[in-house]
């Protein structure tokens, strides 16, 4: 798997690390980008041989390639992490995922997962979903923080995952967005599929899979700066990858300290992405 990408003037002068953990958002955390950097899996398009180091300095208009290397197996040891566990019962339970955390592994990435920590605080967990993930029927995008269901058990598993997909698990969100869509209600009813060029990315795209979020923009605020925030009430009708996050980016207010998909992205990295999953109905 490559990616390619260029520096743009908000980036000038960025450490290499940083820059692309930032254009990458959060698909590959800043250790495993340290990582392939010092492993020589990061090239100067300019200079394939000059070898770079992750406190390295970027400049306006240079390109660079990052090759992933081959998925090697991934740790199911059980590791211990604030994992909040919010009612359990006998054959499932909610947790609270915390943001920073993936849901599970993926490539490029080294660091411990969601599952990890779900296998040492629970002693049976499904494995319907597959053997590298136990216990998910569901996922959060890896910034995105709240509640998550685990299945205990196969046939909670097979159950919970039929109910997702004849929609009768109600998902509620709350975000807080730059700005506000021009209605206070509305439908967002577009499609979104892979982003042509930009392959871990998603876009809206008339060739896209259907999707449909719902929203109520419950309060706005005007910073200091005199800047327009808002604060939306979202329910899913679908569920596709980072679909809060492309919808309303769409709309031009995107969610605040979205890394991927803001180009204010940067100016709120210290608060993370405030996107919650707030609450889970069946």
């Known amino acids: 798997m490559l990616i390619t990408t260029n520096v743009t003037e908000e980036f000038a002068d960025f450490r290499l690390d940083i820059f692309l953990n930032r254009v990458t958002g959060d698909e590959i955390s800043r250790s495993s980008i340290q990582k392939l950097i010092k492993d020589g899996f990061v090239c100067l398009s300019s200079d394939e041989k000059k070898i770079l180091k992750p406190n390295y300095k970027v400049s306006i208009g240079e390109i660079f ?4 290397p081959p998925k090697r197996p991934l740790s199911l040891e059980p590791v211990k992490m604030d994992i909040q566990i919010i009612r359990e019962f006998e054959d499932f339970a909610i947790i ?45 995008d890896k910034p995105t923080s709240g509640l998550m269901i685990i299945a205990k058990n196969d046939k909670a598993h097979i159950a919970l995952s039929r109910m997702f997909q004849s929609r009768e698990i109600e998902k509620i969100y709350y975000a807080w967005l730059v700005q506000s869509p021009k209605t206070n209600t509305g439908r967002i009813d577009l499609p979104i599929g892979r982003h042509p060029t930009e392959r871990i990315k998603m876009c809206v795209r008339k060739e896209g899979r259907k999707s449909v979020t719902n929203y ?6 005007s910073s200091n700066k005199h800047r327009m925030f808002s604060l939306a009430e979202i329910q899913l009708e679908t569920g596709r990858t980072h679909q809060i996050r492309v919808h309303f980016q769409s709309m031009g207010c995107p969610v605040v300290g979205d890394m991927l998909y803001s180009r204010s992205g940067n100016e709120f990295s210290k608060y993370g992405l405030l996107l919650f999953s707030q609450k889970l109905k069946f």
Request: charged share 20%; glycine share 14%; net charge positive.
């Open 96 to 140: 609270n995922k915390p943001a920073g955390l993936a849901s599970h592994g993926g490539p490029g990435d080294i660091n411990p997962s969601l599952v990890n920590g779900l296998l040492y605080y629970f002693k049976e967990l499904s494995k319907e979903g597959g053997a590298i993930r136990p216990g998910i029927v569901h996922r959060l």
């Open 65 to 68: 390639t990052i090759r992933i």
């Open 216 to 221: 109520k923009i419950i309060k706005t605020i």
